[in-house]
């Protein structure tokens, strides 16, 4: 990482890695990578096949999850992967006949337009009835007539209907501004994550690259690269758009992904960071998400419904 001086990382030993299905070679300091955590000191330094031969093959890692761990390493940071446009396939020949048919189609005549109606002269308005007199009193007088307004002589009436508070908002509305408000803001220099503004972007592979990235920092026990990506996959679903459900997909992948990969909390483990946060996102928008079909099948999971369930209760007033 960036904290270690950069004389113990130029004179330090290159190891290397055998990354993905594709056997691609990676090689980085091996002081460096071995500073990042004790397990990965214990791979670079210690008595295992690995560190006497100064190579390590990880097959399960994708080629993209290991150049971001390597990024971090060196910089501390690292780049989400890029989002991709979807374009709906056109059946072949289909633009074709269209063209053909609109041509035969014969051209309707227009239709005459129908004579405007006379209007209806206006009837003459009833001429008001004259009020009656008050009947004189017994000194002369003529009588108060007593007001059949209810509460005309009263300012206040405890039928009164009280009036709404002006400021009340929904637990939804909550518990989705408190998820905004939970995560931090990174420093200038830092590029900020963009808000998917076009329905037809796909950002699975967005989202999913802090999730690969987090699970290889978890097996491997490295904290801070398992708090930055959570922190800026957090970052990223609060400026998601659903698009009134049409990217639900990409949201269901990543929480298929996510509860697949981890770990539940027991007695000597805590509550997984990347589930509790996949879970309160998807509570607080569990209305968009529920008619994807992707969505409901991954729901037959005990562990993921439980999650997001427990997260529902929050919204109960």
Request: aromatic letters at 10%; hydrophobic letters at 30%.
């Amino acid at each position: 990482m960036s904290t270690v001086p950069y004389e113990v990382i130029a004179a330090s030993r290159p190891f290397t890695f055998i990354v993905g299905p594709d056997k691609k070679e990676f090689t980085m300091h091996a002081e460096l990578v071995a500073r990042m955590s004790k397990p990965l000191f214990t791979l670079i330094n210690g008595e295992w096949k690995e560190s006497k031969g100064s190579l390590a093959e990880w097959p399960e890692i994708d080629e993209g999850t290991f150049v971001r761990f390597c990024e971090f390493a060196y910089t501390g940071d690292y780049k989400a992967a890029e989002p991709s446009i979807e374009t709906p396939p056109t059946p072949p020949g289909l633009e074709n006949r269209q063209t053909i048919m609109m041509k035969c189609a014969p051209t309707p005549e227009p239709e005459p337009e129908p004579e405007p109606e006379p209007e209806p002269e206006p009837e003459p308005e009833p001429e008001p009835e004259p009020e009656p007199e008050p009947e004189p009193d017994g000194w002369g007088y003529p009588r108060k007539r007593k007001s059949n307004k209810k509460g005309a002589y009263n300012s206040f009436s405890w039928d009164a209907p009280m009036e709404p508070e002006p400021f009340s908002q929904s637990r939804k509305k909550v518990m989705w501004q408190e998820f905004q408000e939970e995560v931090d803001e990174e420093p200038v220099y830092v590029p900020k994550e963009k808000s998917n503004t076009d329905p037809s972007a796909n950002y699975s592979e967005v989202l999913l690259s802090h999730a690969r990235l987090y699970i290889l920092a978890d097996y491997y026990d490295i904290e801070t690269l398992m708090t930055l990506c959570v922190r800026k996959l957090h970052r990223t679903l609060k400026l998601f758009d659903l698009h009134k459900g049409a990217r639900a997909t990409d949201i269901a992948q990543l929480i298929d992904y996510s509860y697949k990969n981890t770990r539940s909390a027991g007695w000597d483990r805590k509550q997984d960071e990347l589930r509790n946060l996949v879970a309160t996102y998807t509570a607080c928008h569990i209305e968009e998400l529920w008619p994807n079909l992707y969505f409901q099948d991954i729901l037959e999971s005990g562990e993921i419904s439980k999650s997001i369930i427990g997260q529902l209760l929050r919204r109960l007033d």
